[in-house]
């Protein structure tokens, strides 16, 4: 079935090129690049080849364009589990850990009797990596001792 040619304005289609041309998200370059076949008279099974895209993702942006407009190229907010350590006990574990040097165990302690919080060493640690720490593993004096 051929759908009906997608009617854009001058103005839309002037702001669906500037979006394809200058930017910044290749997601939402990419839906308007589709938004603009479409006005073209393509064949969503032609634009899904070009495009490498399965056909009903071809029909879905169409559709919420027509919904949405210009809102429907951007990225929705997506679920998740809330984040477990917020801005503040994160700020706290970058101060203790640059004061002084501290086990995973020790902070996740310390974070326990002062803020009542409870969570897992790996998120701990994952929270550490992303505020860039580096940690190794302390070894035995390599001098020969005799």
């Not at 051929?2 to 930017?23: F, M, N, P, T, Y």
């Not at 326990?112 to 929270?127: G, M, R």
Request: hydrophobic residues 40%; charged residues 35%.
């Amino acid at each position: 079935m051929k759908l009906k040619e997608l009617e854009l304005s001058a103005e839309d289609r002037a702001k669906l090129l500037e979006i394809v041309e200058k930017g910044s998200d290749w997601r939402v370059r990419h839906r308007a690049q589709t938004l603009l076949y479409f006005a073209d008279g393509w064949r969503a099974k032609a634009i899904a080849a070009q495009q490498n895209l399965n056909l009903d993702t071809v029909y879905d942006r169409r559709k919420h364009w027509l919904l949405e407009s210009f809102a429907s190229l951007a990225d929705k907010h997506r679920s998740g589990a809330p984040l477990k350590l917020n801005v503040i006990h994160r700020d706290l574990i970058k101060t203790w850990a640059k004061e002084e040097a501290l086990t995973a165990p020790d902070i996740l302690a310390k974070l326990k009797e002062e803020c009542e919080v409870t969570v897992c060493a790996n998120t701990l640690t994952q929270a550490l990596k992303k505020m860039r720490f580096v940690w190794k593993r302390t070894r035995h004096s390599l001098k020969k001792t005799g």
